[in-house]
């Protein structure tokens, strides 16, 4: 079983940073990502990375987002620069174990995580 709590969230100007943390307990995941969602919107991926490291941006955020993993502290990161008002939303951390989710855990930024956290909301103003 997987645990996440997401933190890191907060309100910001447009074209300020945040950066958003993903704390993970019990098995480590085989891939993690971070998701979206605004109100009335559907969810949409963000960004993914697999456990040997490969990562993957949506076009969206490409050159503005960075998604990262800290094996050592169980943490996944979002770095988010040149923010803008589009980013709002809620921001969900997801993990799963699976090979099967390895595999194609950078293609598509597909939703189908086992387990995901509470989220924390971005909040950009402006």
């Known amino acids: 079983d997987v645990q996440l709590v997401e933190s890191g969230g907060g309100s910001v100007q447009a074209g300020g940073s945040l950066r958003l943390y993903c704390t993970a307990s019990?098995?480590?995941?085989?891939?993690m990502g971070w998701f979206r969602q605004a109100p009335g919107k559907e969810r949409e991926g963000v960004a993914a990375i697999r456990s040997d490291g490969m990562t993957n941006h949506a076009d969206s955020v490409k050159g503005r987002f960075t998604i990262s993993l800290d094996k050592a502290k169980n943490t996944l990161y979002l770095q988010m620069y040149s923010l803008k008002a589009v980013d709002s939303a809620k921001y969900y951390c997801?993990?799963?174990?699976?090979?099967?989710?390895?595999?194609?855990?950078?293609?598509?930024?597909?939703?189908?995580?086992?387990?995901w956290g509470q989220g924390t909301q971005v909040t950009v103003l402006g």
């Open positions: 997801a993990a799963d174990l699976r090979w099967s989710k390895w595999i194609r855990c950078t293609a598509g930024l597909a939703d189908d995580f086992g387990y």
């Open positions: 019990g098995y480590s995941s085989l891939c």
